[in-house]
């Protein structure tokens, strides 16, 4: 089971970036798991940034995030994608996807890619 994130990178105040998440090695379909992004900031604990459902039709958000953020999936590609706008220096983070299972009690998590917002 592999999930791989890319996208990061440096960018300025009000920039965007968009991260991906490729998944595979799945025991399941990709379609049957609920995917998440977090970020752990540097001395912070991992936070949940944005869920969104097995059935792609719900998703969730941190506070923080809303508005700005969107993710969404393809499940024939098996990728997870977290769109991020007007990005600000708080948002410098590791991304990391995570792949929570709907049919049993098991989840997997990427290496994460690291985002660093500053001018």
């Known amino acids: 089971v592999q999930l791989v994130e890319s996208g990061g990178g440096l960018v300025q105040p009000g920039g965007s970036l968009r991260l991906s998440c490729v998944a595979s090695?799945?025991?399941?379909?990709?379609?049957?798991?609920?995917m998440s992004w977090y970020r752990q900031a540097p001395g912070k604990e991992r936070e949940l940034v944005a869920t969104?459902?097995?059935?792609?039709?719900?998703?969730n958000y941190a506070d923080s995030v809303k508005g700005r953020f969107t993710i969404s999936r393809d499940n024939s590609k098996n990728m997870l994608a977290l769109q991020m706008n007007s990005l600000k220096p708080e948002d410098t983070a590791v991304y990391y996807c995570?792949?929570?299972?709907?049919?049993?009690?098991?989840?997997?998590w990427g290496q994460g890619t690291r985002v660093t917002v500053s001018s």
């Open positions: 969104i459902y097995s059935n792609g039709l719900t998703s």
């Open positions: 090695g799945f025991p399941f379909s990709f379609s049957t798991y609920h």
């Open positions: 995570k792949a929570a299972s709907s049919l049993q009690s098991v989840q997997y």
